[in-house]
């Protein structure tokens, strides 16, 4: 087990630098994540993917998918890619908290 | 007691860097188990940031065409590797004698339950698909030899499509490309 200091706070993270423990996380952990991965601003259509992340998480105990997160959490999937250019799952997951989504669809 | 170290704060690489990676996949079956070999592995390229295009030809138009989309079907016949139905203990370990396969309604059974499977894992419907990998930047091609062939237009594929193109242009747009044929 890993501890790593984000935002002044002693957190627990894997080898790639994802946090794995769900309530370690606060916002503003979630902004200092997002700024370490080039996303500088967090507005509020990033904010409503990420809480959208969590809330499911905590639900479903399983990384939402894209496709979750458009078909369950209402944001379109072109909108992800712009908020997170490139793997908006991974990096929804990084700046959330959480673990790298398992499904592949 | 847990040991536990404090590290310097690792960063996950997610390749923003990284731009020449492409894609292309040929989808040349239009049978509802070979529709989606090509449909999940470009949702997993395409979630990974790498320039994805899908050129359709021959069966394939099935995938594309708004009159046959919602109807692919998936049949045991002369399919060796098709088992028997799951849940039927040591006999779904079994294959199905062909024979099987020739029986009135076996297609639309089999159809129907593969259905459910694909459904049973939240994977979409192939139309639904489509939609979502165009959504997520994937190009659609068609081939216009199976166009021509087929007597199709344009206005009989469905949306997401770019455009018909032949195969020179599949060739210049598929350059320092992985292709993958399905």
């Known amino acids: 087990m890993t501890i790593t200091t984000i935002a002044g706070k002693d957190v627990h993270v894997n080898d790639e630098g994802f946090m794995t423990e769900y309530d370690e996380w606060t916002e ?77 669809v | 007691m847990t040991t536990t170290e404090t590290t310097p704060t690792v960063v996950p690489d997610f390749g923003d860097d990284d731009n020449d990676r492409k894609i292309c996949f040929i989808c040349s079956k239009g049978t509802l188990d070979m529709a989606y070999p090509a449909l999940i592995m470009a949702n997993g390229a395409l979630g990974e940031g790498v320039e994805t295009h899908i050129f359709f030809t021959f069966w394939g138009m099935d995938m594309i065409n708004k009159a046959t989309v919602d109807d692919l079907q998936f049949t045991p016949l002369g399919n060796t590797a098709m088992h028997m139905p799951p849940g039927w203990g040591k006999l779904s370990e079994k294959h199905m004698p062909q024979g099987f396969g020739g029986l009135p309604g076996m297609t639309g059974m089999a159809t129907k339950m593969l259905k459910k499977q694909i459904a049973g894992l939240d994977v979409p419907e192939v139309p639904e698909f489509l939609e979502l990998l165009v959504n997520m930047g994937a190009h659609l091609w068609a081939c216009r030899m199976s166009v021509d062939m087929m007597d199709l237009e344009k206005d009989d594929l469905i949306d997401g499509v770019e455009d018909v193109i032949n195969v020179s242009e599949f060739i210049d747009l598929s350059d320092g490309a992985q292709v993958i044929f399905v």
């Open chain 1, 28 to 104: 503003d952990l979630g902004r200092e994540l997002a700024a370490n991965i080039g996303i500088a601003e967090m507005t509020d259509d990033h904010w409503a993917a990420i809480r959208f992340l969590r809330s499911d998480f905590a639900e479903q105990q399983e990384t939402a998918t894209l496709r979750r997160v458009t078909k369950v959490g209402g944001i379109p999937t072109k909108q992800l890619f712009t908020l997170f250019p490139k793997k908006p799952a991974k990096k929804m997951a990084y700046i959330a908290g959480l673990p790298k989504p398992h499904g592949c």
